[in-house]
């Protein structure tokens, strides 16, 4: 949740796809052909638009035109060229700032100030940060000794992976899409970008823009629809598709792997998680509770890296409990431009389940200090997918809603005594992405958060980014690490030319 204070952004344009049908993009083409599915409001439920769902044939042509472009003008640019490309990109989505707030307020309900802080603006500078990163990458070189003693050299060059399907999520449309679109493009490959069905809207502007800056057709394509048995499916089966980036549900994940395995495509995976916080009796106790508020509730809960499972040193407890629950019961639900903390869920079939979890919760014994329904307001909000902060005490370790990602605006809280008990709880669990660790012992800090067995480890904060470390999960919270560096190598082939002197 971003603090409160004045909004720095413009205001947002009129949904740009009112009353439409969103297009597929592939190679260069905005087309309609096909069977529609609707794009419901989270708001309010109504529908905003409706979406052309790609088949397997459009599947089909998204791939060809991919190809194609590795083999024409796309294929040929050099890397300063595609940079530069890519800066134009990021320029435009900047100049339709506006329009991109709008779409991706209009999918999600999410706030203005949550939207217009974090997800527009890291859209634009994911594109930045991959041009500037892709034009410091160096190579390697080895020279090698001979039996001749002339000697050879050995020196090693990127290329593009080919076509590389991005599958992403609901929950961050737009940073999700660019965070993995930008590297891919950046390193040369030809990119299909398969939104979620939720979340269509950005994925147009995106097409758009790269229209509009002279991203040569077929390199970038985008086909909408669902997963299994649709358009995902078909993509990340797809025998010309040479790799697959996917950020969604473990689960998910695991299907992809099945699909993509007959063809041995690269995968990089980001899915879910079951995140703790561990806060310490040292810690600044108003930092990590301000923290722990976003840390659970930004974007409805609906955060791969929230904090699920919050573990207090006995000493805080009582009083840590109280006080998220005082601030969790004052927070704001409403519609995105009503200056709310809190949105909607992104849809009534995911506050369902959330809801299935809030019921769970009270059968496996829990104490609900606050939420735990739905708001009534008494006007068209009633039709949209919001739900109350939720804040649990009293579950045993081994209760489902302990073990399982909810990814709704809820946490449990259970206390610690111990160090060493505080990171075997912490670790207790089959996910592995990340742990924010809240202490002013800078000893205890280094030490804790080395043995967090996550990707990434937090200490006295939460979801701070910098672009360039590596951001991954471990069991099953993912594969491989993507960030910086590590995108870059994930969307290259690494190739070695030995030359004998
Ligand atoms: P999801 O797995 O249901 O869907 C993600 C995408 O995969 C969608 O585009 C969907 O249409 C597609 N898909 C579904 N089944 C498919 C199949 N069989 N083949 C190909 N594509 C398929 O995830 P979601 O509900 O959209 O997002 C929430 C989940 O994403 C949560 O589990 C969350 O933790 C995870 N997530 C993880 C990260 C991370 O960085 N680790 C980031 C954001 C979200
Ligand atoms: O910030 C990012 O780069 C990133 N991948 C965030 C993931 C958030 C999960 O919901």
């Known amino acids: 949740m971003p603090p409160k204070g004045p909004m720095s952004a413009p205001t947002p344009a009129p949904y740009p796809f009112a009353s439409q049908q969103l297009p597929n993009y592939l190679g260069g083409e905005f087309r309609t052909a096909g069977a529609t599915f609707e794009n419901v409001s989270p708001v309010d439920g109504r529908v905003l638009a409706t979406v052309t769902e790609a088949g397997a044939a459009e599947v089909g042509r998204a791939v060809e035109a991919a190809r194609a472009a590795l083999r024409g003008p796309w294929g040929r640019l050099s890397t300063a060229e595609r940079a530069a490309l890519l800066r134009r990109v990021a320029e435009r989505i ?4 506006p329009e991109f707030l709008a779409a991706e307020i209009a999918d999600t309900g999410k706030t203005q ?30 020279e090698a000794a001979t039996p001749d003693g002339r000697g050879a050299l050995n020196y090693s060059v990127h290329k593009p992976v080919g076509v590389v399907a991005i599958v992403v999520p609901w929950n961050l449309p737009f940073l999700l899409m660019t965070w993995k679109v930008a590297p891919a493009l950046a390193c040369g490959n030809a990119v299909i970008v398969k939104p979620s069905e939720e979340t269509p809207s950005t994925a147009v502007l995106l097409a758009q823009v790269m229209h509009e800056v002279g991203v040569p057709p077929g390199a970038f394509n985008v086909v909408h629809g669902f997963g299994p048995g649709s358009t995902g499916e078909a993509l990340v089966s797809h025998p010309d598709v ?3 980036a996917f950020t969604g549900e473990t689960a998910t994940g695991a299907a992809i792997m099945r699909s993509a395995a007959a063809t041995v495509k690269a995968l990089s995976f980001e899915l879910g998680g079951k995140n703790a916080a561990l806060i310490f009796a040292d810690a600044d106790f108003e930092a990590a509770l301000a923290g722990t508020m976003r840390s659970v509730f930004s974007n409805c809960g609906q955060v791969c890296l929230a904090s699920e499972r919050v573990y207090v040193e006995r000493p805080l407890f009582a009083r840590f409990v109280e ?15 009503e200056d709310a903390d809190l949105g909607p869920l992104i849809s009534r079939g995911h506050r369902d389940k959330v809801l299935g979890y809030y019921r769970l919760a009270r059968e496996e014994g829990a104490q609900v200090h606050c939420g735990g329904g739905v708001p009534a307001f008494g006007d068209a909000r009633d039709g949209g ?30 206390p610690f005594d111990a160090e060493e008990e505080a990171v075997r709880l912490a670790n207790d669990t089959r996910y592995g992405l990340c742990a924010a660790v809240w202490t002013q012992n800078l000893a205890r800090a280094h030490r804790v958060a080395r043995q967090m067995a996550v990707g990434t480890a937090w200490v006295n904060d939460w979801y701070l980014r910098d672009l360039r470390v590596p951001f991954g999960g471990v069991k099953l919270s993912g594969i491989g690490s993507e960030g910086g560096m590590h995108s870059l190598a994930f969307f290259s082939e690494n190739m070695n ?4 002197l």
């Not at 900047?94 to 700032?97: G, K, L, V, Y």
């Not at 919001?386 to 809603?401: D, H, K, Q």
């Open 385 to 414: 997918a919001f739900i109350e902060p939720t804040v649990l005490t009293g579950l045993a370790e081994s209760a489902r809603c302990v073990r399982e990602e909810i990814f709704g605006p809820v946490c449990h809280l259970a």
């Open 94 to 97: 900047e100049q339709r700032f």
């Open 497 to 500: 030319i030995c030359v004998k």
């Open 113 to 142: 100030r949550q939207a217009a802080t974090l997800d527009i603006p890291r859209g634009a500078a994911n594109f930045r940060a991959y041009a500037d990163l892709v034009v410091a990458r160096g190579s390697e070189c080895y």
């Open 323 to 337: 006080a998220l629950t005082s601030r969790a019961r004052a927070l704001k639900i409403g519609g995105p431009y």
């Open 242 to 244: 040479q790799a697959v």
